[in-house]
């Protein structure tokens, strides 16, 4: 990764009546970076920021997000762009290598992928471990961990041509076993990868076909399938990918990296969200209930959130959400589904929080997970595989920041600090004296 710090100022910290000079760095672009890894060392102090709201924890050439003004740019290409002209495997290739790729590059890159679509025979029997009735993530996040079992020859991170293999296998397998997953829990029997599918159209069959018939993917589904995918594909230092690049800072293998990842994306803080973004906008029902539910969503005494609203970074419209809610209406339009309840009471609910002063004042807007989830029902696909379908498109975020990661020379086990208010030192009661 080439080094773009520049150090042209300093910042002065100044306590006790001593004054340190911390070294600042300017990005590409976001705002300026105060260096602190020596504070410690020269100052005796921890900075304290639980949450990260104000701390950057690496050097990352992948992703840009200007939260104020709602862009997000993988590589310096806007995600509408992305969206509209690119397609998910594409995308994956920017993501992974810097650029976009030439038709012979491409083309080398989906044939590469597409040859490790299928999981070693071996790991179906890991599914039928699991109980019917398992939340697909829960399924993933074992059997993803399960991969480092199998694949012995990808997992030496040290080993270029291995996190190289450990990369594709990521990609290309993840849809394939959320598929699995899905398949197990619905009791219906595995379908292996097609692949002279592509990349959505092989999910879409893994998902819906069954022996007993041909099964024919739909081109508008496999258009936002694939939009769906390239719009989840990556998005800087967030709880998952922070987990991912965690995790990986103390060596561990890859694949049992991203079952972390997938871990910490199943939260509804995170990922889950899209699940219960649906189940809430169902439990509306209609839009005459929707002032009750921006009540409770105000009101500090209720945990109740509006699912899909709001974003650490996001100050503005996720650009991700105007690109999903337009091809919410592009799907139901195209498959002839007229007045979905669902989309009426979220574009009512989205209006309604917009003008409310509690929304505006927090800058709480809708995120990608508004509407994602109105497509993903439509397409048929039951709530519960909302989140995996979010891990298979953001598995090539994890292993790109994880490749960039392991690649910078820069590299350090994680090991953040604390503030500690527990007691201090003190002598052992023995039992009977207590
Ligand atoms: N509904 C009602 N109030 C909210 C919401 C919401 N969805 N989100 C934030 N707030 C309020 C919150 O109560 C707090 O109020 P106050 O300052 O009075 O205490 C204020 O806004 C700031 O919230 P925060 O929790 O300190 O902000 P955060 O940056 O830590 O949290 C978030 C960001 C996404 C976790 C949060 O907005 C949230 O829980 N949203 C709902 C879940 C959701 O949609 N998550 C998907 C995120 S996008 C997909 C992804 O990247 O995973």
Known sequence: MPDTKTETRTATLSF??????????????????????????????????????????????LTFIDGDEGILLHRGYSIDELAEQSHYLEVCYLLLYGELPDKKTLDNFEFTITRHTMIHEQMHNFFRGFRRDAHPMATMVGVVGAMSAFYHDSTDIHDSWQREVASHRLIAKMPTIAAMAYKYSIGQPFVYPRNDLSYAANFLRMCFAVPAEEYVVDPVLERAMDRIFTLHADHEQNASTSTVRLASSSGANPFACIAAGIACLWGPAHGGANQACLEMLREIGTPDRIPEFIARAKDKNDPFRLMGFGHRVYKNFDPRARVMKKSADEVLDLLGIEDNPTLQVAKELEKVALEDDYFADKKLYPNVDFYSGIILDAMQFPTAMFTPIFAVARTVGWVSQWKEMISDPALKIGRPRQLYTGPVQRPYVPIEKR
Do not use: N, R, W
């Open 16 to 61: 006790d009546g001593k004054s340190f000079e911390l070294p600042m760095h300017s990005p590409t672009a976001g705002p300026d970076v105060i260096d602190i890894q020596k504070l410690y060392s020269s100052a005796g102090v921890f900075t304290h920021d639980p949450g990260f709201t104000s701390t950057s924890s690496c050097e990352s050439g």
